[in-house]
């Protein structure tokens, strides 16, 4: 079993859309979560970055994390064609030996079509 | 400012051949790691490197090894091409190594293809 999965998608949606993405995860050591955009043969554009549980928005972009469950969910409001990508979830343990790793999921492909 | 530079940006070798890939952190920023992402998945932890010692280490054979120079620039280099080493390399820098202020930022990558 992996220790971060990922719906690899694809995922369609029309432009305008509420986008749901998550992420599932084994490892209870992870206290930092990250979202990442990748726009094809680039390299991964830091999104959204949270500290345990709980929200947090940045324009568009909502991202929650649910430790008890753990469970990561990123929301795109308004989607537009430009959204379009792939989206990574990443997460990482707080120090000890793993120190910044960070452990990717498959990542999500994203379609909006306008 | 300028962000994580990555070169070359795309690269051809033949099995069995070796390859240096190199990576300037953003300025001020003293961690880089490197990161392995073959097709359809996400990236794989390779190495980090925080003021110039080794902190961390993926499951990869011995063939990869990395350094950190005085100016936080880093190579990665993979000796004995196999064909399976075909993906894009990732550098990412960040602060610190671990705990806050570790957001990861990461370069336009590597293409390696390995013929």
């Known amino acids: 079993q992996k220790e971060v999965e990922q719906d690899p998608g694809p995922l369609s949606v029309p432009e305008g859309a509420i986008v749901s993405l998550n992420c599932t995860y084994s490892n209870s050591a992870f206290q930092y979560f990250m979202w990442y955009r990748q726009y094809s043969r680039k390299g991964p554009e830091l999104l959204m970055y949270?500290?345990?549980?709980g929200n947090k928005e940045d324009g568009r972009f909502t991202a929650q994390v649910d430790k008890s469950s753990k469970y990561i969910s990123l929301f795109i409001r308004d989607s537009q064609p430009s959204d379009s990508a792939t989206y990574l979830c990443?997460?990482?343990?707080?120090?000890?030996?793993?120190?910044?790793?960070?452990?990717f999921g498959q990542g999500t492909i994203l379609t909006v079509h306008p | 400012d300028a962000g994580v530079t990555q070169s070359p940006t795309h690269l051809i070798k033949t099995r069995g051949q070796h390859v240096t890939l190199r990576c300037s952190p953003i300025?001020?920023?003293?961690?880089v790691s490197w990161y392995q992402q073959v097709l359809g998945q996400g990236p794989q932890f390779i190495f980090q490197y925080y003021e110039k010692e080794e902190r961390g280490r993926g499951n990869f054979p011995d063939r990869f090894s990395a350094r950190q120079f005085p100016n936080y620039s880093s190579e990665l280099n993979v000796n004995a091409l196999l064909l399976g080493d075909s993906a894009l390399y990732l550098c990412?820098?960040?602060?610190?190594?671990?705990?806050?202020?570790?957001?990861?930022?990461f370069g336009q990558g590597t293409r390696l293809t390995v013929v």
């Open positions: 300025s001020g920023h003293k961690s």
């Open positions: 949270t500290y345990s549980s």
């Open positions: 990412a820098s960040s602060f610190r190594s671990w705990g806050m202020n570790t957001e990861a930022f």
């Open positions: 990443a997460m990482s343990e707080a120090g000890g030996t793993s120190y910044g790793k960070l452990t």
